[in-house]
Structure formats: C-alpha cells, structure tokens
Nanobody, 118 residues
Framework: QVQLVESGGGLVQAGGSLRLSCEASRSRFSISRMGWYRQVPGKQRELVATISSGGSTNYGDSVKGRFTISRDNGKNTEYLQMNSLKSEDTAVYYC????????????WGQGTQVTVSS
C-alpha cells in the first residue's frame, strides 16, 4: 500500500513563505502526475497546482505567480513553495499522487494545515 507523508505546514504571517513536501513510498509503478489541493471547512477541495512526469505545471488562478510546484523523481517527492502568502490561503493542503499502470492508482496525503495570519 502506497503512503504519502506530508510535512511543512504551520503558521505564518501574511506576506511570508512556507514550503510543503510530500514523499510517496515506493511502488512498482512510476509516478505520473503529482499535485497539491486545498480545502477549507464548508467548501470543496480546490486545485492548487499539478506537475506532470515531464515537468509541465498547472496552477489554480488564485496562486499563480506566488506558488511553485516542483518534484524530485529520484526521491518520489513533490514540493510546494508558497510565497507572498495571504490570509485566504489558509486551508488544509493535501498532496495527490497518480501512479501509472492499468488502471492508474490515485493516492492522497493526510493533509497539513497552513494558517496565514493577517
């Protein structure tokens, strides 16, 4: 069973930065897409960013220009560098990993709280 371990959340002042990490345990299948999503109580989980196996990235409109997603394929790890944080970025952040194979396998991290104080 694949496990995802997230780290890096916490409390930061508005305008500050945080870096999230998510390491996936080994699988016999290679990782296809990696991503970050976030959720606040009472709202649907929303896309923050995704990165393909080839390095193509996609960002939610609210984080473009402030957040950067990256991955280290050798470590099965993805990162989310969050700069210029705003109070509206406060949420639980979840990493997501899609493994190849037929069918593909989709896994979620346990979530890490990010709180931005204004």
């Amino acid at each position: 069973q694949v496990q995802l371990v997230e780290s890096g959340g916490g409390l930061v002042q508005a305008g500050g930065s945080l870096r999230l990490s998510c390491e996936a345990s080994r699988s016999r299948f290679s990782i296809s897409r990696m991503g970050w999503y976030r959720q606040v109580p009472g709202k649907q989980r929303e896309l923050v960013a995704t990165i393909s196996s080839g390095g193509s990235t996609n960002y939610g409109d609210s984080v473009k220009g402030r957040f950067t997603i990256s991955r280290d394929n050798g470590k099965n790890t993805e990162y989310l560098q969050m700069n210029s944080l705003k109070s509206e970025d406060t949420a639980v952040y979840y990493c997501n990993v899609l493994f190849g194979g037929s069918p593909t396998s989709d896994y979620w991290g346990q979530g890490t709280q990010v709180t931005v104080s204004s």
